[in-house]
């Protein structure tokens, strides 16, 4: 039996003396999650799930593996971004079955997202939504307060339809199928019932008193079942007829805790939830229990709602023992310490092509006006068993200079850095890099593959093309976040401006989760539609999306990435002109590559006939060195390392070398590995002769002219990353 099989057998059991703790996940600040958790010794528990909450679990010890219940207060992208992610990593560490809570027609996302999604041995269940039947574990008791809004009976638009098919005619207007519209429409119908919004009163169960073995041996207790017996609450009779009661050798139990977890997420929503008489018995009056006392509640409030008078006066009406926590996008803290830790390192290397990171999030949050009214920030915690305890705020950012001093103890790193800076000085004078123009750029946002992990996040790359021009090549789930990390959270506002066009290279998940907050986030910035150019099987995906949430059809230009195949355009050529005019480009071409069902590679040709090839995930294909030829750049997968030939190919990615092979076949300039598997995160492996390879890194930013640097860095990135090194070895 492993050992997750052994714990989830131990949750369905009495826990009577089991340690818990609340810990924040997300705080969420714009590009990070809003989460949660409950951590105890048995089980975990969720609390929304929005984008990027898989990559911090693993960073903030919050075991997806134990994982047993997501709760979702309302269904957002900001809640439920993060679902399929993280419940692939359940999956994959053993988890075989979880509960989602959640408002009503959520089951219906769930199979939405499975056409991207491969669940085949996650049994998700949805327990029954009902104020009057709460859920209870041996845990805790959760109670569901149901805030129920119908939505007005206005005639919708065709575009905001849910499943809609249509297609884009000779004029590039879009043709709906009437047979599907009528179908939407009873979809649509369904959706207008029951309760849009969950919030949740959680009591965790009281802790057993311990047993007192002086007291137990003052009665004359021997050992064995009678100590049992007496721990658990009953008396006992000595043999010599004396009564030992319980409650003489036992501590007290200590009371339940109760938290509560609130989301407004509009006006519309504050009467019904402040007036909702659920909340009144834990409210703070002259006939209030101490038992019905709140330990501490979390608001999942926007702050133009949080801090109406409406919702402080409400705030009043509980203990003021009771702590306040807020997650918004107010607050400042991002969540990962490792994604800082990794760019001061190779900031050393090369300060330009890896720059520091914006530090807004170091910035001090927003000050609230009462004590016990909290900024959530990442790994706070809130100790309930054995003892509940007051806000713990862990600092999880360090002083830059600790990061430099640690490297700089490895043997020979200070010399092996000190050569490459003269290697780089000379190298940079000989190509008269000082000289060359601000744009074209190039910023690597995710490079990982598969699953995000502490350094490197899912694919994503943005091409700026000039400053008030960019095409992003994939968006994988937290694409945002690190777009907002890299550029601070005031100068990325104007980046998602600068988005024109966003492509997206085949459906699996790790290639375009971060689509949807990224369209949210941009629709906030700028009415300006942009191109969205993707495999023609994600249309049903994105219809059901715009239907059932918060739509962003108006955000885009939907084209299938086959309307700009190779030497066989679909597109009406006046509109062809339109798009590259308005991308900056001279030509876009695509082409069929061997992965999944509809993957592509694409080549984009610049003003200046500069020619940059993305390979999407593929295996060897002569396809794509059909379309890469002659280019200036090809960013190609390297998923697995060299020597795993039979594993690339029957996962259908690419070696270290077979993605040096493709380049050389093409004739490509530069080949710049990507999307390598996590185990070889900090340092993939390649040939060291290899003078036109680099390798990608997260937060890396480069014009063509500096990619004859990439190769140089490499012999100093294995002495700084050595230990790492010899894991892989090993």
């Known amino acids: 039996m492993n050992l997750l099989t052994t714990q989830r057998k131990k949750i369905k059991k009495p826990c009577l003396n089991f340690n818990a703790k609340l810990k924040v996940l997300g705080s969420g600040a714009a590009g990070a999650p809003s989460c949660i958790c409950l951590l105890t010794d048995h089980s975990n528990y969720i609390f929304n799930c929005g984008e990027g909450v898989q990559r911090l679990s693993q960073e903030h010890q919050c075991k997806l593996s134990k994982v047993g219940n997501i709760f979702v207060t309302y269904s957002s992208w900001k809640n439920l971004g993060g679902i399929p992610g993280s419940l692939l990593t359940a999956q994959a560490n053993g988890v075989t079955e979880i509960n989602i809570h959640c408002p009503e027609g959520f089951d219906d996302y769930i199979k939405a997202i499975k056409s991207f999604v491969h669940l085949p041995n996650l049994k998700i269940t949805y327990p029954l939504i009902d104020e009057s039947k709460p859920y209870k574990d041996n845990i805790m008791r959760v109670s569901y307060v149901h805030i129920t ?156 709602i949080f801090t109406t008078q409406q919702y402080q006066d409400w705030l009043k009406k509980f203990s003021p023992n009771t702590e306040h926590i807020v997650l918004n996008d107010e607050n400042t803290c991002m969540g990962s310490e490792a994604v800082y830790k990794n760019q001061y390192l190779l900031n050393m290397l090369h300060p ?222 006046y509109f062809e002109i339109t798009l590259y005019n308005k991308l900056n480009v001279n030509e876009i071409n695509t082409i069929h590559v061997t992965h999944c069902k509809e993957s592509y590679g694409i080549a984009i040709t610049l003003q200046d006939n500069k020619k940059i090839v993305y390979s999407g995930d593929t295996i060897f294909c002569r396809n794509l060195i059909k379309l890469g030829q002659n280019c200036n750049l090809l960013i190609h997968e390297a998923t697995i390392e060299t020597g795993l030939e039979e594993l690339a190919k029957s996962k259908l990615h690419s070696t270290t070398s077979e993605a040096i092979k493709a380049g050389k076949y093409m004739n490509a300039k530069f080949i710049l590995l990507t999307h390598f598997s996590q185990r070889y995160s900090k340092i993939p492996f390649i040939p060291d002769k290899e003078a036109n390879v680099g390798i990608a890194y997260d937060n890396m930013e480069f014009r063509l002219p500096q990619l004859s640097l990439l190769p140089l860095f490499y012999p100093c990135i294995k002495v700084m990353f050595n230990e790492y090194n010899k894991v892989l070895d090993e």
């Not at 009976?153 to 297609?167: A, G």
């Not at 703070?284 to 330990?295: D, G, I, K, P």
């Not at 937290?478 to 459906?507: C, D, P, W």
């Open 149 to 304: 809004k119908f939505l007005k009976d206005t005639k919708e638009s065709s575009s905001d339809l849910v499943d809609e098919e249509y297609h884009i005619n000779a004029n590039h207007k879009r043709v709906i199928d009437e047979e599907t519209n009528k179908q939407n429409t009873k979809t649509e119908k369904k959706m207008k019932s029951g309760p849009h919004l969950i919030c949740y009163i959680c009591e965790v169960h009281p802790r057993r008193g311990k047993l007192l073995m002086n007291k137990c041996i003052d009665f004359g207790i021997p050992p064995g079942p009678l100590l049992d017996t007496l721990k658990n609450g009953m008396d006992v009779t000595k043999p010599d007829g004396t009564i030992v009661r319980s409650k003489d050798v036992v501590q007290p139990d200590s009371p339940k805790t109760t938290f509560i977890v609130v989301e407004c997420p509009t006006e519309e929503y504050l009467d019904p939830i402040l007036n909702h008489p659920t909340f009144l018995k834990y409210q703070q009056t002259e006939s209030t229990e101490e038992e019905s006392e709140v330990f501490c509640i979390f608001h999942f409030t926007p702050e133009n």
């Open 352 to 573: 330009e092509i890896f720059p520091l990171l914006n530090k807004d999030c170091f910035e001090k949050d927003k000050e609230t006006q009462s004590n016990n009214v909290h900024r959530a920030r990442t790994a706070q915690t809130l100790q309930i068993r054995p003892v509940p305890s007051c806000l713990f705020n862990a600092e999880i950012y360090k002083e830059p200079k600790t990061y430099i001093d640690e490297v700089s103890q490895i043997p020979d790193f200070t010399n092996v850095l000190k050569e490459l800076k003269t290697i780089i000085n000379k190298k940079s004078a000989e190509l008269n890099l000082d000289t060359i123009l601000d744009y074209p750029r190039i910023v690597m946002l995710g490079t990982g593959c598969s699953v995000p992990n502490k350094v490197r996040n899912t694919s994503s790359i943005l091409l700026r093309i000039n400053k008030d021009c960019s095409i992003l090549l994939d968006c994988g789930e937290g694409t945002l976040g690190q777009i907002i990390r890299f550029f601070g959270a005031s100068e990325s506002l104007n980046i998602l401006r600068t988005i024109k066009a966003v492509y997206i290279s085949h459906i699996h998940a790790d290639h375009h989760l971060g689509l949807m907050g990224l369209l949210l986030r941009r629709k906030e910035v700028t009415d300006e539609m942009l191109y969205l150019i993707t495999p023609k099987c994600m249309t049903p995906w994105l219809n059901y999306y715009n239907g059932q949430f918060e739509s962003v059809v108006q955000q885009y230009i939907l084209l299938h990435n086959g309307d700009l195949y190779l030497d066989s355009h679909k597109l009406p050529k």
